[in-house]
């Protein structure tokens, strides 16, 4: 009597259906800011792009995997990152001025609170050069995980729609006072975003999004709780 043998890999990601979308007239279009026939002129694609925002938001991840390439997502993020980076630009020249006049420790070196600001200036441009492709693989790695990437599209298209939505974060976060809520919202919107990329359940990408949070303040946990252990110990 022949025997049923199970060949299923147990360290496969669960399975994810595939979300039929209908078509939509609108999503067969370019995104603006990759349009130049559509949009001449660098003022024109960046309407075109708030105006899509405003319009119609989810109509940007319809319209990301239209094309290839890194590159126009990328320049989208740097460009709108210039104000957060002139606005916290501002925050430590005004910091460094006021520790060089009245410094904490008068054996401090002079100058060496200006450039502990400066290099955390350069660290935050370096996140801003560098950000869109390291936080696109890892939440593209988190969908892998949660099985919603099998029947979607590849890594490049999770970094293209994080440069182009993390870029209206960067914006938003000038706003003072409503920069946690904007970057909080744009988490969001960014997983409903890959979502609709890869035709897959909404929750599987909100876990996505939402899973390397919670790992770092598990771990923040874990090194919280070491320290205070390791000081009552010594007492």
């Known amino acids: ?3 049923d043998i199970s060949y299923e890999n147990p360290f496969q990601p669960p399975e994810a259906g595939v979300l039929e979308r209908p078509a939509d007239p609108g999503a067969q279009q370019l995104v603006p ?4 026939e559509a ?25 990301v995997p239209l094309s290839e390439g890194l590159a126009p997502a990328w320049t989208f993020n ?16 005004f910091a460094g001025s006021v520790f060089a006049f009245a410094p904490p420790d008068p054996n401090m070196p002079k100058g060496l ?24 693989a890892i939440l593209h790695a988190m969908l892998w995980l949660w099985g919603g990437t099998r029947e979607g599209r590849g890594l490049g298209q999770t970094i293209r729609f994080c440069g182009y939505a993390w870029g209206f974060v960067h914006l938003g976060m000038v706003i003072p006072c409503f920069g946690a809520l904007v970057a909080l919202a744009g988490l969001i919107y960014v997983a409903i975003g890959l979502a609709r990329i890869h035709r897959t359940d ?11 949070l919670l790992l770092c303040c598990f771990c923040y946990a874990l090194i919280l709780v070491f320290a205070i252990g390791m000081s009552g110990f010594k007492h």
């Open 1 to 3: 009597m022949p025997m």
């Open 33 to 36: 800011w990759e349009d130049h």
């Open 39 to 63: 949009f001449p002129g660098v003022w024109k694609r960046l309407g075109g792009m708030f105006s899509l925002l405003f319009s119609n938001p989810l109509e940007l991840a319809d319209r």
């Open 78 to 93: 740097i460009l709108m990152a210039v104000p957060y980076l002139a606005f916290i630009g501002v925050i430590f020249a």
């Open 113 to 136: 609170m200006a450039g502990v600001f400066v290099g955390e200036l350069l660290f935050f441009a370096a996140l801003v050069l560098v950000g869109m492709f390291v936080y696109g």
């Open 202 to 212: 909404t929750w599987r990408a909100v876990c996505a999004i939402f899973t390397p």
